[in-house]
């Protein structure tokens, strides 16, 4: 059974940059085609899609966060990443990794979820 | 404001039938499959529909989906108590060349 497990610091400064991993176990990030995938949820808010990276390595992101988002894999370790470039409040929320089958979605695993606060 | 709009609530008794609203525009759901994901209170969302109208294993008939033109709907039939849940559409945008998702129907069974 796959699982996926988000980890990283769950206090970031505000102008800084949140780094946050996904590792992903009971299978090889490398195999099939899947979209590895980051979604938010700012307490007691909607969903919100950050962005993709195919198992090609083509990346896709949202456009209104993209000059400030970079997600990379790393397939030595089975793990992809997000980083968020000159966080503010707004970026508070519940960070979630997740497999996508699809461009649209159709994420069949995810993460529990961690939440990331922005705060001095 | 969401690319896509749901509505904010929805509300059934239990052996009820309710559906679930998703509209959009030709770039989202008029050219692109919809999904639907089920997220629990205090959970990660759960693929519930996906393509717009496939069930995953383990997901009840009881949960159906359909799109027509720039819309979609997700309908649960047999209302329970445990189907009590925010519920989210989404799809891919194709002048946004990226994905949207609703901005979520919360579910309550009285």
């Known amino acids: 059974q796959l699982q996926l497990q988000e980890s990283g610091p769950g206090l970031v400064k505000p102008s800084e940059t949140l780094s946050l991993t996904c590792t992903v176990s009971?299978?090889?990030?490398?195999?099939?085609?899947?979209?590895w995938g980051w979604i938010r949820q700012p307490p007691g808010k909607g969903l919100e899609w950050i962005g993709s990276?195919?198992?090609?390595?083509?990346?896709y992101y949202n456009p209104s966060l993209k000059s400030r988002v970079t997600i990379s894999v790393d397939t030595s370790k089975n793990q992809f990443s997000l980083r968020l470039t000159s966080v503010t409040a707004a970026d508070t929320a519940l960070y979630y990794c997740?497999?996508?089958?699809?461009?649209?979605?159709?994420?069949?695993?995810w993460g529990q979820g961690t939440l990331v606060t922005v705060s001095s | 404001q969401s690319v896509l709009t749901q509505p904010p609530s929805a509300s059934g008794t239990p052996g009820q039938r309710v559906t679930i609203s998703c509209s959009g525009s030709?770039?989202?759901?008029?050219?692109?499959?919809v999904y639907w994901y089920q997220q629990l209170p205090g959970t990660a969302p759960k693929l519930l529909i996906y393509?717009?109208?496939q069930r995953p294993s383990g997901v009840p008939d009881r949960f159906s989906g359909s799109k027509s033109g720039t819309s979609a709907s997700l309908a649960i039939s047999g209302l329970r108590s445990e189907d009590e849940a925010d519920y989210y559409c989404?799809?891919?945008?194709?002048?946004?060349?990226?994905?949207?998702f609703g901005g979520g129907a919360k579910l309550t069974v009285l």
């Open positions: 009971g299978g090889s990030i490398s195999t099939g085609s899947y979209f």
């Open positions: 997740a497999r996508g089958n699809d461009y649209g979605g159709n994420d069949d695993y």
């Open positions: 990276i195919y198992y090609s390595g083509s990346t």
């Open positions: 989404a799809a891919w945008d194709d002048s946004l060349s990226g994905r949207v």
């Open positions: 030709s770039s989202n759901i008029g050219s692109n499959y």
């Open positions: 393509r717009n109208n």
